[in-house]
């Protein structure tokens, strides 16, 4: 796979500071059921990587000494980790919002069926793959079969009162585009989303997340074999706005990798740039604090102009939308 990562620096990009942590998300690892073309991650069945009990324990302690008020749960596939059930049940008895970025075809697999109850039934967010809602783009970017498991997956979770109005179980759709373009308007793809999921499935959802793909990693890599990753980097940065530098994720979120390090977020993880301390040490969820977060850089690169291009991106979608 051809490598990104020196294309991105170094780098004209903003410099950034931190505000309170509001957010801990946790990449359980990088193994999962689907292999997307969008995957920033590089996940995949093949992959090993996956977080020890031990490293799970002191997400919990973390959560516990720190106050901090949600866990966002992420992989790979997470629920494939055998930590994931345990980090919900703990987190949700010390009151932390849990949110699981699912893919939905998880919920079809073998010795996961119920997976949608055990979600249902912690009142956990789901925040849902769902990068198209034609059947045709779905499988072209996320694999044959993939749209149809995925409409299944909804109508199981719709069923057990996710996206229902009157329900407080919360279901958010993420749509990724197809190739290097920015993505729509999200109000105006939400609704479109709404109608053609209703009228054809009958599936409701909350909320719709328009998530920019990040030139990195396997996309990244798809980008350089096609000649297009510097058009596209040279999009995000032509498209940058500077109000959205105030409503970037990793200024209130911080990301732990499945070995417990510390990174500004999930796309600094997969490029490697840990945050450390003043004498180059990396930090460790074992040992954090939140007062060593304050005094820690954000750091930055090429591939953060796609948080800032447009509308703005990030794990909770468009920042107008």
Known sequence: MLSTREHLFPTDFPPLTRAPLQTLQVNLGYRCNQQCLHCHVNAGPKRTETMSDDTARQVIDFLRRSGVGVL??????????????????????????????????????????????????????????????????????????????????????????????????????????????????????????????????????????????????????????????????????????????????????????????VFDCDFNQMLDMPVVDPDRHRLHISSLSTDQLSETPIQVGEHCYGCTAGQGSSCGGAFDG
């Open 72 to 261: 966002d749960i992420t992989g790979g596939a997470p629920e494939m980790n055998a930590c994931f059930r345990g980090l919900v049940i703990q987190a949700r008895e010390l009151g932390v919002h849990v949110i699981d970025r699912c893919n939905l075809t998880i919920l079809q697999e073998p010795g996961y069926e119920d997976l949608a109850e055990f979600l249902a039934d912690n009142d956990v967010e789901i925040v849902a793959s769902l990068p198209c809602y034609l059947e045709e783009n779905v499988d072209k970017q996320r694999g044959k079969g993939v749209f149809q498991s995925s409409i299944i997956g909804l109508q199981r979770l719709y069923a057990l009162g996710y996206g229902n109005e009157n329900s407080a179980r919360v279901l958010n759709l993420v749509f990724n585009p197809q190739g290097p373009v920015l993505p729509p308007p999200q109000a105006a793809l939400e609704t479109d989303y709404r109608r053609m999921l209703g009228e054809r499935y009958g599936i409701q959802f909350n909320h719709l997340f328009t998530i920019t793909n990040m030139p990195i990693l396997r996309f990244g890599s798809t980008l350089l074999s096609n000649g297009e990753f510097e058009p596209y980097l040279e999009l995000l940065k032509q498209s940058h706005l500077d109000e959205n530098l105030a409503r970037v994720m990793c200024r209130s979120l911080i990301s732990i990798d499945y070995l417990g390090y």
